[in-house]
Nanobody
Framework: QVQLVESGGGLVQAGGSLRLSCALS????????MGWFRQAPGKEREFVAA????????DVANSVKGRFTISRDNAKNTMYLQMNSLKPEDTAVYYC?????????????????WGQGTQVTVSS
């Protein structure tokens, strides 16, 4: 059974930074491409960033490009999302997801496993 556990969310002022972490409970973490998604109240879940299983390829949504960085440490079975210059519109529940493939996808339905989510609130 694969489990994903996010951490690092919280309340921050606009312009501040947070780093989210996502730990996967399998030693085969390096076989999984990973992604970050977010969902604000009343809105659909949207793609934020993704990274290939080896970490050599990444993608970020245009809305966060230049502010958010995705990375992973396969030795620690953990993925990260560094969020800088946060804006109130970044407020959402952030979810990490995993798919047992080398290459990532930006489509939520194509991920096999999901974390429980962590709340990020950016005050103006």
């Amino acid at each position: 059974q694969v489990q994903l556990v996010e951490s690092g969310g919280g309340l921050v002022q606009a312009g501040g930074s947070l780093r989210l972490s996502c730990a996967l409970s399998k030693r085969s973490f390096s076989n999984y491409a990973m992604g970050w998604f977010r969902q604000a109240p009343g809105k659909e879940r949207e793609f934020v960033a993704a990274i290939s299983s080896s970490g050599d390829r990444t993608d970020v949504a245009n809305s966060v490009k230049g502010r958010f960085t995705i990375s992973r440490d396969n030795a620690k079975n953990t993925m990260y999302l560094q969020m800088n210059s946060l804006k109130p519109e970044d407020t959402a529940v952030y979810y990490c997801a995993a798919t047992n493939n080398y290459y990532y996808t930006t489509t939520p339905a194509l991920y096999d496993y999901w974390g429980q989510g962590t709340q990020v609130t950016v005050s103006s």
